[in-house]
C-alpha cells in the first residue's frame, strides 16, 4: 500500500487538519517592550534624515519623558544602543528614542487634547447655528451606527419583483 496522495489530494491533508487557526494581529514594526508600572513606553524621533531634531526630544524632557537605557530592559534587548553623543546609551531604532512616561502624565495629555478638540467642536457648531434658518434648518445629528458583515435582502422589494 502507498502512502503517496491520489490525484486530487494534497500530500498534506492530515497536517492542515491538525494546526491551529492562525490569527491576524496589527503589523508593530518597532516592537515596542513591555513597560514597567506605572508607565508607557513611546518611540520619539530624534533626528530627520541624518540631521538632529533636539528640539523634539527636549520638548519631550520638559513633558516629563525619560529616554530608556538597555539596563531597564527585563529579558533580552534586540535594540540599538546610541553610541554618542548627549543621549548615548539609551535605546534606539533607526531615527527613534525609546522614552518612557508616567502614566498620569498620558492620561492628562489625552484629557487636555480631548476638551480642546471638544472645545473647537462646539465653536464651529455655534458658527454654524448662527447661520440656521427655519426654511432650511441645521441639524446636529451626530448618532454612528456600524454593522459588522452583511444583510441579505437589504434592499427592499427584492423578492417582490415578479
Not at 518611540?43 to 523634539?56: C, D, K, V
Amino acid at each position: 500500500m502507498s502512502n503517496r496522495p491520489t490525484i486530487g489530494q494534497s500530500a498534506y491533508t492530515d497536517r492542515e487538519s491538525q494546526t491551529r487557526k492562525k490569527v491576524w494581529n496589527p503589523p508593530n514594526r518597532l516592537g515596542t517592550p513591555t513597560p514597567p508600572e506605572g508607565y508607557k513606553y513611546r518611540f520619539i524621533r530624534r533626528s530627520l534624515r541624518g540631521t538632529e531634531e533636539t528640539g523634539n526630544i527636549l520638548s519631550r524632557l520638559a513633558q516629563h519623558y525619560e529616554p530608556v537605557k538597555p539596563e531597564e530592559l527585563q529579558g533580552e534587548n534586540p535594540y540599538q544602543t546610541l553610541e554618542g553623543g548627549k543621549h548615548a546609551g539609551t535605546i534606539v531604532s533607526g531615527d527613534l528614542m525609546l522614552m518612557k512616561v508616567p502614566v498620569e502624565v498620558v492620561e492628562q495629555r489625552e484629557s487636555h487634547f480631548s476638551g480642546m478638540s471638544r472645545r473647537m467642536q462646539e465653536a464651529v457648531d455655534n458658527d454654524l447655528m448662527k447661520e440656521n434658518s427655519k426654511s432650511m434648518p441645521i441639524s446636529r445629528n451626530r448618532k454612528t451606527h456600524v454593522e459588522l458583515g452583511t444583510r441579505r435582502n437589504s434592499i427592499a422589494g427584492d423578492d417582490e419583483e415578479g
